[in-house]
């Protein structure tokens, strides 16, 4: 199995820089005991847990910087502003994009992609124009295509996946046509963990003709992410599965794209002129962020980023890598335990199934033994419907996770299946 990238390995065989990080002193929640025992957070897709640098940088911007941006003379006023803008320079740096007005401060992901929908799709899309997504997409990158196509007339088009959570390659040519206006593809799944070939479907869809926005909301955390190398026209993440704070992400969009694109929210900040007659609008990236943004937290989210570029975005990506062949290893190897999504480029990510045992009864049984993992269908209920189960539960791994994080894992199952006497079933 290879994860994430081919990473060079050493003498022994194991991949540089995959030793583990010694980075758990700095989230001070990982010390906090859960129903007595040392907690084991494998909830990561879910949420990352934060590093004292993005508490103590939004704690000292409500301290000595709080101010409204972008509309005062006093200092404090345009402190704030600064603060603000060199957060979106940081964005800008951490994807590569061109340029920092490429950026759009959003809620996260989810509100990323309702606002292409309804910026760049209301106004592009006609009826019998055609939207291509994934079997395996989160419901942020479906439900808004959905709604969208009701609106307009545009038709829903979906790639299927293999049994081992691939997407079908030669389906997705055969889907792509004159027709296709928009490819919405995730670059990580969440549920599966599986990597998608994002640079080499948006070329592919491009010389379609179609526009591409990837949701990367599950890859920015563990690995590098260059939005030029990808070449795709939309890009969005969630600051909170970024060792950020919640309540804020970010969106990419080419400079061309969003300079046509219309406002989706009206009102404070967003316009140039406003009369009872007509309004004219601010230029991007304004023209999106519509009322007063979510100073603190795009501050927060900058100092993840700073945080996780001094650990090392490739050493991050050695350390999960390492760590979830270790994962998947111990976990297959207990017997009655069936892994879903097994593809051959994953991300840190392990989803699975116990005989006998329901993935929320799994779930709760784990927690009384200090281990917290995501059980149900994981906001991907076609991509369940497609593997013919209700949901999976889910281990998934950050920096600060270790081994001894996965051993309380395979324990727990142990005890799982004891007490529902199924160890020696399957």
């Known amino acids: 199995m290879t994860l994430l990238t081919d990473l060079p390995v050493s003498g022994n065989g194991q991949p540089v820089g995959a ?20 907690l084991a957070y494998l909830d990561n897709g879910a949420t990352t847990q934060k590093p004292l640098a993005v508490i103590e940088a939004e704690r000292r911007f409500y301290l000595e910087s709080n101010a409204n941006i972008h509309r005062g003379v006093h200092w404090l006023s345009q402190h704030a502003t ?6 979106r320079a940081t964005v800008q740096r951490f994807i590569n994009a061109a340029h920092a007005d490429e950026i759009v401060f959003t809620r996260g992901t989810t509100e990323a992609i309702n606002l292409v929908a309804q910026s760049w799709g209301r106004a592009e899309l006609r009826a019998g124009d055609e939207i291509l997504v994934t079997t395996m997409e989160h419901h942020s990158n479906i439900v808004p295509w959905q709604l969208l196509c009701e609106q307009t007339g545009a038709v829903l088009k979906v790639v299927p996946v293999s049994e081992a959570g691939e997407l079908d390659l030669a389906a997705f040519d055969a889907l792509l046509n004159h027709r296709t206006q928009l490819v919405a593809i995730t670059h990580v799944s969440n549920a599966l963990g599986s990597i998608n070939p994002v640079a080499e479907l948006t070329a592919r869809a491009h010389a379609a003709g ?6 990367g909301a599950q890859a920015v955390a563990h690995q590098a992410v260059d939005v030029q190398a990808i070449g795709c026209d939309f890009y969005a993440f969630s600051g909170h599965k970024l060792y950020g704070p919640t309540g804020i992400g970010a969106l990419y969009g080419r400079r061309s794209i969003l ?17 009872f007659e007509r309004s004219t609008y601010a230029e991007p990236p304004q023209r999106f962020e519509a009322g007063t943004p979510n100073i603190a937290g795009a501050i927060g989210l ?9 650990v090392g975005i490739e050493r991050i990506a050695a350390h999960e890598h390492a760590l979830l062949e270790y994962a998947t290893a111990a ?24 005989d006998g045992i329901h993935p929320h009864d799994l779930g709760t049984i784990l927690d009384a033994e200090g281990v917290a993992i995501r059980a149900g269908h994981h906001c991907a209920m076609p991509l369940m419907t497609r593997f013919g189960i209700p949901g999976t ?13 996965i051993d309380a894992l395979v324990a727990a199952i142990d005890k799982a299946q004891d007490l529902f006497g199924t160890r020696n079933h399957g």
């Open 19 to 38: 030793s583990q990080l010694d980075v758990a002193a700095d989230f001070p929640i990982l010390a906090r005991p859960v129903h007595g025992r040392r």
């Open 82 to 87: 600064e603060l603000y803008d060199a957060a």
């Open 210 to 215: 179609a526009v591409v926005l990837v949701d």
């Open 259 to 275: 300079n046509a694109m219309p406002p989706w929210q009206g009102g404070g900040d967003m316009i140039r002129t406003v009369s």
């Open 302 to 310: 900058a100092a993840a980023i700073d945080y996780v570029r001094e």
């Open 331 to 354: 976990v297959d190897a207990i017997r009655g335990v069936r892994l879903v999504g097994t593809a051959q480029h994953k991300a840190g990510i392990l989803s699975f199934l116990v």
């Open 393 to 405: 539960a889910r281990a998934s791994l950050a920096m600060y996770n270790t081994r001894a994080d």
